[in-house]
C-alpha cells in the first residue's frame, strides 16, 4: 500500500492526526496558519507544553493573530 493522506490517517496515533488536520486546513485556504500543542495534565498545569508541529509553531502563529488583528482594528 502507498504511502497515501489516507493510510497516513489510519496508521497515526490521535496527536498525528490532529497535526495531519492542522495542515490540510492551512494547504487548503481554510485557515492561515495553525499549531497543535500537546501536554500530559501534570505538565500543562505547570505551563509546559510541546509542539508537534514543524511549521511555525505557538510563536509565528500568534504573530499572525497578531497582524490579523491589527489590520481589522486599522479598518474601525
Not at 496508521?11 to 488536520?21: K, Q, W
Not at 500543542?37 to 511555525?56: C, K, M, R, V
Request: charged share 15%; aromatic share 8%.
Amino acid at each position: 500500500m502507498r504511502n497515501t493522506p489516507e493510510k497516513q490517517w489510519l496508521t497515526s496515533g490521535n496527536a498525528r492526526r490532529y497535526e495531519l488536520l492542522c495542515q490540510q486546513l492551512v494547504q487548503e485556504g481554510l485557515y492561515d496558519a495553525s499549531t497543535l500543542l500537546l501536554s500530559s495534565y501534570a505538565e500543562g498545569l505547570q505551563g509546559a507544553y510541546s509542539e508537534l508541529q514543524s511549521g511555525g509553531g505557538l510563536r509565528e502563529w500568534v504573530a499572525r493573530l497578531a497582524g490579523h488583528v491589527a489590520s481589522v482594528a486599522a479598518t474601525l
